[in-house]
């Protein structure tokens, strides 16, 4: 079994930026993949960004060059780092993790972003 705790939501203004940290603990493995995955109100989850085991990753095209997804192995944590947020990112974002990308299968309680003036 693995938990995922996420931490670093918040409001913010557009134009600035927040950092969500997840840590895993339980039977977590470097290999695993994991990543974050958002839900807006009224709208179904959707991939955020993602980091496989080998260290690729994957991003959504909406948040390409204004977010940056990080892994330290040695904490068993993840990082996304969120810059130039906009209003349309106001969610609230789960952390996963999973064998691979394609089966992220334990998730986090999610933490709430919201970018508002």
């Known amino acids: 079994q693995v938990q995922l705790v996420e931490s670093g939501g918040g409001l913010v203004q557009p134009g600035g930026s927040l950092r969500l940290s997840c840590a895993a603990s339980?039977?977590?493995?470097?290999?695993?993949?994991m990543g974050w995955y958002r839900q807006a109100p009224g709208k179904e989850r959707e991939l955020v960004a993602v980091?496989?085991?080998?260290?690729?990753?994957l991003y959504a095209d909406s948040v390409k060059g204004r977010f940056t997804i990080s892994r330290d192995t040695a904490k068993n944590t993840i990082y996304l780092q969120m810059n130039s947020l906009k209003p349309e990112d106001t969610a609230v974002y789960y952390c996963?993790?999973?064998?691979?990308?394609?089966?992220?299968?334990?998730w986090g309680q999610g933490t709430q972003v919201t970018v508002s003036s």
């Open positions: 339980g039977s977590i493995f470097s290999t695993n993949a």
């Open positions: 980091v496989s085991g080998s260290g690729s990753t």
């Open positions: 996963s993790s999973g064998p691979v990308i394609s089966r992220m299968i334990y």
